[in-house]
């Protein structure tokens, strides 16, 4: 059984930095992709950034620039590094495994980034 868990997130002031990790159990780890998604209130789970088994990386173009995601595959983790953070980028942030047929989710961290 995959579990992910993710941390790092809390209070920030905008223009602040926060960095997530998300560690994972239970599975080859390395040929899975896997991403940072976030969910703000009232509004649908979006894909942060992504990063391939292979390494290739996609962001949101709300986030290109300010956001970095990297893997360490011995580790089983993934992290996020949000810089230049803006209140728009308060939400729940979650970590997401992918590889089909299977689909992977972390329970979630908030990040709250205030004016």
């Known amino acids: 059984q995959v579990q992910l868990v993710e941390s790092g997130g809390g209070l920030v002031q905008a223009g602040g930095s926060l960095r997530l990790s998300c560690a994972a159990s239970?599975?080859?780890?390395?040929?899975?992709?896997v991403g940072w998604y976030r969910q703000a209130p009232g509004k649908q789970r979006e894909l942060v950034a992504g990063?391939?088994?292979?390494?290739?990386?996609n962001y949101a173009d709300s986030v290109k620039g300010r956001f970095t995601i990297s893997r360490d595959n011995a580790k089983k983790a993934v992290y996020l590094q949000m810089n230049s953070l803006k209140p728009d980028d308060t939400a729940v942030y979650y970590c997401?495994?992918?590889?089909?047929?299977?689909?992977?989710w972390g329970q979630g961290t908030q990040v709250t980034v205030s004016a």
């Open positions: 997401n495994m992918n590889r089909w047929p299977n689909n992977y």
């Open positions: 990063i391939t088994s292979g390494g290739s990386t």
């Open positions: 239970g599975s080859i780890f390395s040929i899975f992709t």
